[in-house]
């Protein structure tokens, strides 16, 4: 099962921590399960004050004061990592001095480098792209966090490469996102990646969670940017697609699960989604073959993986202009 560590610094905001949790804890209720840890990042005084709700006292942990008020139970030891699990950093209430910022435990710090140096994946979420710089993670990468703090990150770490309006951005196992509700948005891409687009596209389904689109950055997946919209027809025409792409699918057998007409199921997807329903399960697999190349597939055998014939229908629809 893999490990997903939520590194909880004082300050946190609650949506920072919760969206990106619910959204790993939904994927569970699809058939991946993840193990969710919370593990304080800064020094502590002392054991919590009270138990979780409904449960004892947690051993060796210490009460983390969140920017709302609700305080938060977080472990003071690590689990055991490998390269397969995930850290997050939530993001904190910033002030005006930045000097004032959370500062991360040596042990915290220590522990990010070592996990990203053993291929693991580290993520922020708003300020908490601090915590990875804190821990020498930006030197060299692309990276964001909120708007209102994209200069203060940039003076404090400047050898980071901060991309201004973006929801987020990967670079060399970091990714890290612009804030807030953004973190949703992030960890939907981290689903999509190490479980393919239809698992994320239930994940946000179940959550009601509508993708906002972000042109400018390639990390917003086709299945993510044609999800913003409520016709559940069409969505069940989509998540036929999204599990299925691969394959040959005709427009009856859509229009039949969706439960209308051809016509009526075309009308309604173009309309809420832009584009048809065969240019967007072509998305999907143009999309899947880049993933397969980027990753040291050739094209053939890419082509062949998201069901293609040869590597010709693939090379021509890579020379399709993007949307």
Do not use: K
């Amino acid at each position: 099962m893999t490990t997903v560590v939520f590194l909880i610094l004082p300050g946190v905001h609650l949506l920072d921590l919760a969206g990106p949790a619910q959204a790993f804890f939904t994927a569970g209720d699809f058939g991946h399960r993840y193990d969710l840890r919370y593990v304080s990042g800064a020094p502590v005084g002392g054991p919590p004050d009270r138990a979780p709700a409904g449960g004892s006292p947690v051993p060796d942990a210490a009460t983390v004061a969140s920017a709302q008020g609700l305080p938060l139970v977080a472990g003071t030891d690590w689990p055991a990592l490998g390269p397969d699990d995930l850290v997050v950093v939530p993001g904190w209430r910033v002030g005006d001095d930045p000097q004032a910022w959370p500062r991360l435990t040596a042990e915290a710090r220590e522990r990010l480098r070592a996990h990203h140096a053993a291929g693991g994946t580290v993520a922020s979420v708003c300020a908490g792209s601090d915590a990875l710089g804190q821990a020498g993670l930006l030197d060299g990468r692309r990276c964001t966090t909120h708007h209102a703090v994209q200069d203060a990150l940039a003076a404090r770490h400047p050898r980071a490469h901060v991309v201004r309006d973006v929801l987020f951005t990967t670079d060399g196992g970091v990714v890290t996102s612009a804030g807030i509700a953004s973190g949703i948005d992030l960890s939907l891409h981290l689903l999509a990646v190490r479980h393919g687009p239809a698992l994320a596209a239930r994940v946000a389904r179940e959550m009601v969670v509508y993708v906002r689109r972000n042109g400018t950055e390639p990390q917003a997946s086709a299945m993510l940017r044609h999800r913003s919209h409520v016709d559940d027809t069409v969505h069940r025409a989509q998540d036929h697609i999204d599990e299925h792409f691969a394959r040959t699918l005709p427009l009856a057998d859509l229009a039949a699960r969706a439960g209308v007409a051809e016509r009526t199921l075309t009308r309604a997807f173009t309309r809420a989604t832009g584009v048809t329903p065969l240019r967007y399960q072509q998305l999907l697999r143009r999309e899947r073959a880049e993933h397969l190349i980027g990753q040291g597939a050739t094209v053939e055998s890419a082509a062949r993986t998201v069901g293609f014939e040869d590597s010709r229908s693939l090379r021509r629809l890579r020379n399709v202009t993007a949307e």
